[in-house]
């Protein structure tokens, strides 16, 4: 399979031969939404806590007596029934929220997110993406040079250049990364993603 290479002004210079276990497999809507549903939940903090009625700060006297008053029985204030009561099933701090993905199925599903990208256009792969300094205002410029000013774009390099990390720190709408660090959310989140030769093949030797 042969994928476009794009110079710095957005228009194809050549093309780069690469894997077709990689890039052209076959869209598997289930199996990347797994892989997201994964990632999110994994990155998810088990934080939240609620209150048990033994932890809420109420009395435990009997509000009024068992019988006699005409209204339902009640032991305590903290009780579930009640509003500002405890809950009945609380949410502990350490619930864990983990989920599996064995190897197999990350690698098929990165392959499969790359692929996708590739036949809707949203995969541009340059020689290499750098700045001759550590400006915002130089990389702004050769984003405007190939096309993509005002796009939310996600870059993929093989090794993260200093220059370019400071650079692209103020853009919000710039995400740099290696692609040790590229993960599927933000693969499919970001409508164009940028990867230069060297990292296309380090993907094909790390995701392989």
């Known amino acids: 399979m042969e994928l476009k290479l794009i110079n710095e002004n957005g228009q194809p210079a050549s093309t780069l031969q690469v894997s077709d276990v990689l890039f052209g497999r076959e869209y598997n809507e289930a199996l990347i939404h797994q892989l997201v549903t994964a990632y999110m ?22 509000p009024w007596r068992q019988k006699g008053t005409g209204r339902a029985r009640a032991g305590m204030a ?11 099933f609380p949410n502990s701090p350490d619930e864990n929220f983990t989920q599996k993905v064995n190897r197999k199925m990350y690698r098929a599903g990165m392959a499969s997110i790359l692929s996708q990208l590739a036949r809707d256009g949203r995969l541009l792969v340059v020689e290499d993406f750098s700045v001759e300094a550590p400006k915002t205002r130089m990389l702004v410029q050769k984003l405007k040079g190939m096309g993509l000013d005002g796009e939310s774009v996600l870059v993929i390099t093989d090794n993260l250049d200093e220059n370019l990390w400071l650079s692209s720190r103020n853009l919000h709408r710039l995400l740099v990364l290696e692609v040790h660090e590229a993960d599927p959310v933000s693969l499919v989140h970001y409508p164009k993603v940028i990867v230069t030769r060297a990292a296309v093949a380090k993907m094909e030797e790390v995701w392989l």
């Open 78 to 88: 903290s009780s579930p029934l009640w509003r500002g009561g405890g809950k009945i």
């Open 41 to 62: 939940a994994n990155a998810r903090l088990g934080n939240r806590a609620q209150k048990g009625r033994s932890e809420i700060a109420k009395s435990t006297r009997k």
